[in-house]
């Protein structure tokens, strides 16, 4: 089984960026699609971004089009989440997680997650 590290986030003004690393261990992720998921207090988990094993194709939440970027890199065992223009409603805990490729639903464990926090 994988298991996963998230990094990277942090307390960033409303405008900022910020990179999240998911660092993979004990298995490699590249036979799979991985997702980025988030959670705000006192609202479900959900979908951010996903990409295929190879990263040819990728899916986004309409909240973030065109501000977030989702990559991998295979060699590396991780994947990332480039956010830019970053609103106060982007605050949660954000999680990467192993998605089936037919729908993007996460399967297998979560990692502790990395607290983003963007201030008005």
């Known amino acids: 089984q994988v298991q996963l590290v998230e990094s990277g986030g942090g307390l960033v003004q409303a405008g900022g960026s910020l990179r999240l690393s998911c660092a993979a261990s004990?298995?490699?992720?590249?036979?799979?699609?991985m997702g980025w998921f988030r959670q705000a207090p006192g609202k479900e988990r959900g979908i951010v971004a996903a990409i295929s094993w190879g990263g040819s194709s990728t899916y986004y939440a309409d909240s973030v089009k065109g501000r977030f970027a989702i990559s991998r890199d295979n060699a590396k065992n991780t994947v990332y989440l480039q956010m830019n223009s970053l609103k106060p409603e982007d605050t949660a805990v954000y999680y990467c997680a192993t998605v089936r490729r037919s729908d993007y639903a996460p399967f297998g464990s979560w990692g502790q997650g990395t607290q983003v926090t963007v201030s008005s």
């Open positions: 004990g298995r490699t992720i590249s036979p799979n699609a």
